[in-house]
């Protein structure tokens, strides 16, 4: 079966680290989102990447970086300067083209701060 | 700057009822608008799109309105069954070289036997 897979589905941060959230699909789609939903808020954009090797920002990249080294794969690093890191994180693909190709989603990970 | 409004949070209708979800736009530019649904700890689920040249698309028991003039677009659900109850995104997209999609903050529906 097709679709989006993001592992872990739960994470927890210390302080002062660094973790990575990975997220995989083999739709053979281009584009690939990292999104961040927080409570009470719709999804906002953190990078997206629509072509290997190849990666923008997104409205609230500060404290995140991402990769785009494989087309299948875009894992996100939320590092330790992101202050407020408590989120559910998601995941998405696309192919290219006009907005009548929606975005597919995984089904999130959820971190935590210890 | 919320460029796409849903100004319910909650929604409780019937089973076998109509379930009509509101949502606002205020940024001419956008050229689809989109409604996902998401059950909790899982990712939204693209449920049905709508063209800005088209005022209505149909697919089963969803229909989305799009009223361009106000800047405004419903989705109905008819006849709305307990397995619907889930937020509703909307969401519109601008073509700035890529799809970028702006989300509205859901409206948690809930159907009732």
């Known amino acids: 079966d097709g679709g989006i897979t993001q592992s872990p589905k739960y994470l927890f941060r210390k302080e002062g680290q660094n973790v990575t959230l990975s997220c995989e699909q083999n739709l053979n789609h281009d584009a690939m989102y990292w999104y961040r939903q927080d409570p009470g808020q719709g999804l906002r954009l953190i990078y997206y990447s629509q072509i290997v090797n190849d990666f923008q920002k997104g409205d609230i990249a500060e404290g995140y970086s991402v990769s785009r080294e494989k087309k299948e794969s875009f894992p996100l690093t939320v590092t330790s300067a992101q202050k407020n890191p408590t989120a559910f994180y998601l995941c998405?693909?696309?192919?290219?083209?006009?907005?009548?190709?929606?975005?597919?989603f995984g089904d999130g990970t959820r971190l935590s701060i210890l | 700057d919320q460029q796409v409004k849903q100004n319910s949070p909650s929604l409780s209708v019937q089973e076998g009822r109509i379930s009509i979800l509101n949502c606002d736009y205020t940024n001419s530019m956008f050229d689809y608008f989109l409604w996902y649904k998401k059950y909790p700890a899982e990712g939204p689920t693209f449920l049905i799109s709508i063209s800005s040249i088209k005022d209505k698309n149909e697919d089963g028991r969803f229909t989305v309105f799009l009223n361009k003039s106000a800047k405004h677009l419903s989705l109905h659900i008819v006849p709305s069954q307990p397995g619907d109850s889930a937020v509703y995104f909307c969401a519109a997209s601008l073509n700035t070289g890529f799809q970028k999609l702006v989300f509205g903050t859901g409206t948690r529906l809930l159907v009732s036997p």
């Open positions: 998405a693909s696309s192919f290219l083209g006009q907005g009548n190709q929606p975005q597919h």
